[in-house]
């Protein structure tokens, strides 16, 4: 064998042991995670006390919980999206952020008929959610849901207050709803339901079957806007 061949095989193997000992090229990122990370911040937790539904309870006050969105905030404050049923007769409604910062609330404006209500806290400058479209969504697409499912479980076995999320798709086109494939869990309600590619906000999350739980649905964000028309300190933001 000749040095210069010697030579370039000793070149190749060199080559092939640098690209072996460099770690591999990163995968692109989860968009369902980026678009998560970029709502996240908005999402928030009601607490309150609502009138017993239990008869044997009559007078008596429950712990109730639910979700929603930050759509308007600035100096004066903050304002949050979510659905009518889940405030309906609170009293000591208190709000917890994404900083795990606890403060009081109270409801701005709400409508029974169409199951929405406006809250507002006195906390300024906070993340706002971008509130998208439901329109176009053709059954399948992917969405996900975040929220606070059974918030007093996870404290009881002491595992923190963190917000939840879940992928699904949308399963249908329904008469002033979306119905998905994946079930909206108690605590959940009022969270937002959104596009797993860019985050923004495309309905509500609401559960409306008692004897079947594992079909979830979304009251449209255009309802919502509707809704919220002349309601806000400062425009929602929105993604074309």
Known sequence: MTTNRLLTILTCCAFALAACSRPPPKP????????????????????MRVPSDDPKKKGRFDD?????????????G????????????????????????TVPAH???ADTRSDLALVAIVTPNRPVANLGTSENLAPGTAIGVAGYPI??????????????VFSGRVSSHRNDALELDL?????ES????????????????????DDEKAI???????DAERFLHDKLHTVAKRTP
């Not at 990122?29 to 009601?46: N, Q």
């Not at 659905?83 to 309906?88: P, S, T």
């Not at 918030?151 to 939840?164: I, Q, R, V």
Request: charged residues 20%; hydrophobic residues 45%.
């Open 28 to 47: 692109p990122g989860d968009p369902f995670v980026a678009a998560f990370a970029r709502l996240r911040p908005s999402v928030v937790l009601f607490t």
């Open 64 to 76: 109730a919980y639910g979700s929603g969105i930050i759509v308007a905030s600035g100096a004066h």
């Open 78 to 101: 903050s304002q949050i999206l979510t659905v009518e049923h889940v405030i309906d007769g609170a009293s000591h409604l208190h709000v917890t952020l994404d900083d795990k910062r």
């Open 107 to 109: 409801v701005v404006a």
């Open 151 to 164: 918030p007093d479980a996870f404290e009881d076995e002491k595992l923190g207050t963190e917000t939840s």
């Open 183 to 187: 079930p909206v869990i108690p605590g």
């Open 190 to 209: 009022g969270g937002p339901v959104f596009d797993a590619r860019s985050g923004a906000v495309v309905a509500l999350a609401e559960s409306r079957f």
């Open 216 to 222: 979830g649905f979304g009251i449209p964000i255009e």
